[in-house]
């Protein structure tokens, strides 16, 4: 009845129906977690709409994990996995969980479902840098099991619940960097008699950068386990509890950026001498109100662990011991700001690791080196008497030369592995994903894992040795955690690379790791991928010194966004083997093709490097507006051959030339990369394309650019009058700057940055705003240069988080610094700071500190009058009202919290409502842009002139001390937010 023919297609659709068949029955994953996880991939979107197949377990979906009989859902991993949305209350029926890891997922928000506390089985819960808010939930404190619990990098927000307190097997309880208030929850103050200190395990504390008060509890003394105290950055108060010298197991102690006071209690003294494990490692109380003391007389003995030693700005007064440079294990002492005083003597037994003492700003008249021949640690000295020629010098003028300090004011060190460009192998990655293994010459999409190190490493950054020990200490770790699980995992050193390092703030430095998949595959396996990315959040991939503390700080993927399927179901992967047969022949013809076509493209490429850029609708093209092409040639002969001559400065990026037009005779600047500059293509291509589309009277324009010859060169409008820098520290002319046109350069130079973050379109943050880019044309005229490390995002109110600070120190929005996430409110804490330039003619930086922190000491000092001491000079005898409105307007720009500061646009309004009809007269007129943007806006209450109320400018945190003073005053007076009040010097 049936042909054979026919007969054949019957039997292969029977095949393919019991192969369906036995593939149902084998869904053994219990009901319940099926559904709970499907409710997930509806919830959350991202990697999880590539879970496929008919049961999680069996189908391997991505970052599921399951018990040996593979019936319940033991794990979930989903890390960097692009998930967004809440967490939906179902998923606290996965009662069989032990791990669960959400970390990483920007997207994922709201508060936590109190039903996470049904998850009495848990053992890690680490839901790191997402975006979830509100309170932590008291549910929390059901997970008995639980050892692990990370929260950091969020937005949390109330009072820590004492309820946590009955996690009685907690090792590790990180909640930094969130909006946590309140004081600290202990057993013996609580309702429930839980706390933070009855956790009898407990080993690590992380509670900085949040907003806690009141006393440090001396019940957290009596952790007797702890390694890890991170209570920095904070409002806490009262003294360090002596009850911190139980702490017989502490490796650090970190209290650095709060309100202690009293003095150092001397019980800490335990640790050092009689630590269980001899092991501290770091001490930082820098930058709280200590009362004036000695250097402590029980830190000046021994310690066998001892690395860093951090006190800046804690009053420390007298001379500091000789023995404290003998510490054998010592590599870094940071005590500048301090007043100790008299002479440093350098031992002759100098510790053999110390690499790094920063004494700025004592009274340090002498130098006695007891062995003048000796290899002496970097020591800087700057702002003590004997570098201003009040005492006597015995160790050279280096050590009075800022150009000794590695962590220099104006630079973040950074340091790439040479094999990035050291290296025999071809260049054949695709694109700038597709990153080259340097060790296999073979491209993939690497995991890249960032690891923040508070070790004393930060003043040999650049010691290759250093990180190639970091890469065996991981390769070591991973080896071992591989071997532990079943089947294990093959992975082999090569597939390591330690391609970055970098300082951050406060002395940490941030590491980029690559860990690349085996040779002849780009994308790790989901199962390794999510292991190794489940290993470092959760702290097991372990490390040693000198790189203890380590934390993750990021993880990104290893795939290509977009293009890599995960959770392929078995009759998938039959569907795709049988196809792939019958396309191998093309694939061959198309290969042999792409193989023509890339060697006409390198050849094209060579003789045009700019070629990959002409189409518009390619994502690497510059998106040119009237910016004009110049070859080589042109640059030469503009410049006559780059005469010296010619030259108009030099800085980090390369020297900038005075050009002229032949055609034209116009006289343009020409900005010239130098080889081994740090603007790589990215930022050449990030401001000629930003440069090209906005024009306005305010910014530097863009005439066009050079890309030929591997030559990078921007050809700019020529701006004669030089820097607001050069004039306001006398540098481009015996005139001096009056007080009507300093008024006129800041209007100015705002109304250039409000047109970015207003009236570009996509809106820019300029994220270099500093006096010396700002630029005066032949009229003075300000106009904003230098757009580098300029970004574009949706909206003036979207927030962009950066891998790495980005900027001038000095001008670096507070925010910015501690969270990396940049807001057009970041130009303006940087424009604050270039507002107080302009009242001192001082750098941003000097002999007396930071100009910000110099301005809060002296009106917590002194009130506000006291800050006309660091008027310029050549501002005496300036209208009083004008200089405080002025004040005013910069000291609300440079405010701690960006919420309180003003838009740029607001700052235009409050200028011009100062400079009156000047501001119309001059500085190029009314702005049309802000013309135009006043009719849609109403704009801020220009600030009050209260030159009789300077008690205003009192800090925050003093006013609270006396609320009856400032209960009646006008809601249109000026707020001072400093949260930080140092003691008086």
């Known amino acids: 009845m049936y042909g054979g023919g026919s007969m054949r297609a019957w039997l292969s659709v029977a095949l393919v129906v019991a192969c369906l068949g036995w593939t149902l029955s084998a869904a053994v994953t219990d009901p319940g977690d099926v559904k709970v996880l499907l409710k997930l991939k509806k919830a959350w979107g991202g990697g999880l709409s590539l879970w496929s197949g008919l049961d999680p377990c069996y189908d391997g979906w991505l970052g599921v994990f399951c018990d040996d009989k593979n019936t319940r859902v033991t794990s979930l991993y989903l890390i960097s996995a692009d998930l967004a949305g809440t967490i939906p209350p179902e998923i606290g029926s996965l009662s069989a969980l032990v791990n669960l890891d959400l970390s990483f997922n920007t997207n994922l928000k709201g508060q936590l479902p109190s039903e996470l506390g049904s998850l009495t089985n848990l053992l890690y819960l680490s839901l790191q840098k997402c975006s979830f808010s509100g309170r932590i939930p008291e549910s929390l404190g059901k997970l008995e099991k639980l050892t692990f619990l990370a929260l950091n990098n969020n937005g949390f927000s109330g009072e820590l619940p004492s309820a946590l307190g009955a996690l009685s097997k907690l090792k590790w309880f990180d909640v930094a960097y969130n909006k946590l208030e309140g004081s600290l929850p202990v057993s013996t103050s609580s309702k429930d008699s839980l706390g933070l200190d009855t956790w009898p395990d407990i080993e690590h504390y992380h509670l900085n950068d949040n907003q806690f008060s009141g006393i440090i509890p001396p019940e957290l003394g009596n952790a007797a386990k702890c390694l890890h105290m991170l209570l920095e950055a904070n409002s806490f108060t009262g003294p360090i509890p002596e009850s911190f010298g139980n702490l017989s197991s502490l490796q650090i102690l970190s209290l650095h950026y709060n309100q202690l006071a009293g003095p150092i209690p001397s019980t800490l003294s335990k640790i050092i001498k009689f630590g269980k494990y001899a092991g501290l490692h770091q001490i930082d109380f820098s930058n709280n109100l200590f009362d004036p003391q000695p250097f402590p007389k029980w830190l000046n003995e021994s310690s066998e662990e001892l690395q860093t030693i951090k006190c800046e700005n804690c009053s420390w007064v007298g001379p500091l011991p000789a023995d404290i440079l003998a510490y054998p294990s010592l590599q870094g002492l940071y005590l500048q700001h301090n007043r100790l005083n008299g002479s440093l003597t350098i031992p002759v037994n100098l510790g053999k690791k110390l690499q790094y003492v920063s004494l700025q700003n004592n009274g340090i008249s002498v130098v006695n080196p007891q062995n003048p021949n000796a290899e002496l640690p970097q020591i800087q000295l700057e702002d003590n008497p004997i570098c201003s020629g009040e005492g006597l010098l015995r160790a050279g003028p280096t050590l009075c030369s800022t150009e000794a300090n590695s962590n220099g004011a104006n630079e973040i060190l950074t340091w790439i592995s040479s094999l990035t460009t050291n290296n025999s192998c071809p260049s054949l990655c695709r694109n700038a994903n597709h990153v080259l293994n340097p060790y296999t010459c073979h491209c993939g999409y690497p995991l890249v894992v960032t690891l923040e190190i508070r070790a004393p490493i930060s003043s040999i950054v650049n010691d290759t040795s250093l990180w190639d020990l970091l890469k065996a200490q991981t390769y070591d770790s991973l080896r071992n955690l591989t071997s532990q699980i079943k089947p294990p995992l093959e992975l082999d050193s090569e597939q390591l690379w330690v391609y970055q390092a970098q300082h951050a703030n406060h002395s940490k430095v941030h590491v980029r790791l690559y860990i690349f998949a085996p040779v002849g595959a780009e994308v790790m396996d989901r199962r390794t991928d999510n292991l190794i990315k489940g290993w470092f959040t959760t702290q097991k991939v372990e490390y040693t010194s000198p790189f203890k503390p380590e934390f993750v700080i990021d993880i990104e993927p290893s795939q290509e966004a977009g293009s890599v399927t995960f959770g392929v179901s078995k009759l998938a992967i039959i569907g795709i083997a049988t196809g792939a047969g019958a396309l191998l022949a093309l694939l061959g013809f198309l290969v042999s093709v792409a193989l023509r076509q890339k060697r006409r493209f390198e050849e094209e490429r060579k003789n045009n490097p700019f070629g990959a850029w002409a189409k518009a609708e390619d994502g690497n093209a510059p998106q040119l507006k009237g910016a004009r092409w110049f070859t080589f040639n042109d640059m030469r002969r503009m410049t006559n051959d780059f005469d010296d001559d010619n030259m108009l400065g030099a800085g980090g990026y390369g020297k900038v030339y005075k050009g002229v037009m032949a055609e034209t005779g116009v006289i343009l600047a020409v900005k010239r990369a130098q080889e081994g500059s740090k603007q790589g293509a990215d930022e050449f291509k990030n401001e000629i394309e930003l440069l090209s589309r906005v024009h306005h009277n305010n910014l530097v324009g863009l005439v066009g650019f050079c890309y030929d010859k591997a030559e990078q060169m921007l050809v700019y409008e020529f701006v004669p009058n030089g820097s607001l820098t050069d004039w306001l520290r006398g540098l481009k002319s015996n005139q001096p700057l009056d007080w009507d046109r300093r008024l006129l350069i800041a209007l100015g130079a705002a109304r250039g940055l409000t047109y970015l973050h207003e009236n570009a379109e996509p809106p820019i943050i300029h994220r270099d705003v500093k006096s010396c880019n700002i630029l005066l044309d032949m009229s003075m005229n300000a106009k904003v240069a230098d757009f580098g490390l300029s970004v574009m995002v949706s909206s003036v109110n979207d927030n962009k988080r950066d891998e790495t600070i980005r900027g001038t120190m000095g001008y670096l929005d507070p925010e910015y610094y501690a969270t990396n996430i940049m807001s057009s409110k970041s130009d303006v804490y940087s424009f604050g700071v270039v507002l107080l330039e302009i009242f001192t003619g001082r750098p941003p930086v000097s002999r007396e500190g930071h100009i910000v922190t110099e301005f809060r000491k002296i009106i917590a000092k002194s009130g506000v009058t006291g800050v006309f001491e660091l008027l310029d000079l050549v501002l005496v005898g300036t209208p009083v009202h004008d200089l405080d409105t002025f004040l005013k307007i910069a000291l609300e720009c440079v405010e701690d919290t960006p919420t309180e500061r003003p838009s740029m ?64 005053r006008s809601s249109s007076s000026f707020k001072y937010s400093g949260r930080f009040n140092p003691s008086p010097r």
């Open 905 to 968: 646009y607001e700052v235009v309004k409050q200028l011009e409502a100062l400079i009156g009809p000047k501001s119309l007269l001059s500085s190029g007129g009314e702005d049309p842009f802000i013309a135009q943007m006043a009719k849609a806006k109403k704009p801020r209450v220009p600030l009050q002139i209260f030159s009789s109320a300077l008690e205003d400018f009192r800090p925050t945190s003093e006013r609270r001390l006396q609320p009856s003073a400032s209960s009646h």
